[in-house]
């Protein structure tokens, strides 16, 4: 066992403290931890969103996600109503923030017939992804399946972001 706080628990604590000087943070490798995932991108955004189920910023999150919807939606020609595109916001980020398949609770095993334990057999839901179904609109799904896509490519840029400021403070290079 150690004391020292895990890079999730140091990002999940900065992500509730505006002072990143507070006590907790006397350890300089927890405090450039914190620093490098107090990112204030979009991307970020997201990431603490999913990650460190940051609530308080779901209403606004998802306000900027649908003008962000709304710009590719213009800029790839998409002949959507406005309407379907709100759809098409609302839904990619439903599913991408809570995206675990209900049935098997993210294991993507089925459960044995009348016992708790996890059998070997893939899960009939979600076929074995873990990840819950997309019900949508058919002519919706391949535009939600893009915007699904374009929020997973935020999550992974700002994880890269959050790790090459670290490098850079910790001079991993070296
Ligand atoms: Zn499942």
Redesign the pocket.
Same mark, same amino acid.
């Given at each position: 066992m150690t004391n020292r706080r895990t890079i999730a628990e140091s990002y999940a604590c900065a992500t509730h403290s505006s002072n990143l000087r507070h006590r907790e943070y006397t350890d300089d490798t927890d405090r450039l931890t914190a620093i490098a995932w107090s990112d204030s991108e979009f991307g970020g955004k997201l990431f603490r969103l999913k990650y460190a189920n940051e609530r308080a910023t779901y209403a606004p999150t998802l306000d900027r996600w649908r003008e962000v919807v709304e710009k590719k939606a213009l800029a790839r020609r998409w002949e959507l109503s406005a309407e379907d595109m709100l759809k098409v916001a609302n839904l990619s980020f439903e599913f991408w923030l809570f995206d675990i398949?209900p049935? /098997?609770s993210g294991h993507?095993v089925a459960k044995l017939a009348n016992s708790p334990v996890l059998g070997d057999a893939p /899960?009939n &839901? /979600?076929n074995g992804t &873990?990840r819950r179904s997309l019900i949508c609109d058919a002519g919706l799904r391949n535009f939600i399946l893009d915007m699904i896509s374009n929020l997973e490519e935020r999550i992974v840029s700002a994880g890269g972001r959050a790790i090459a400021k670290l490098s850079v403070k910790l001079d991993l290079t070296k």
């Open positions: 398949c049935v /098997c993507g /899960c &839901a /979600c &873990a």
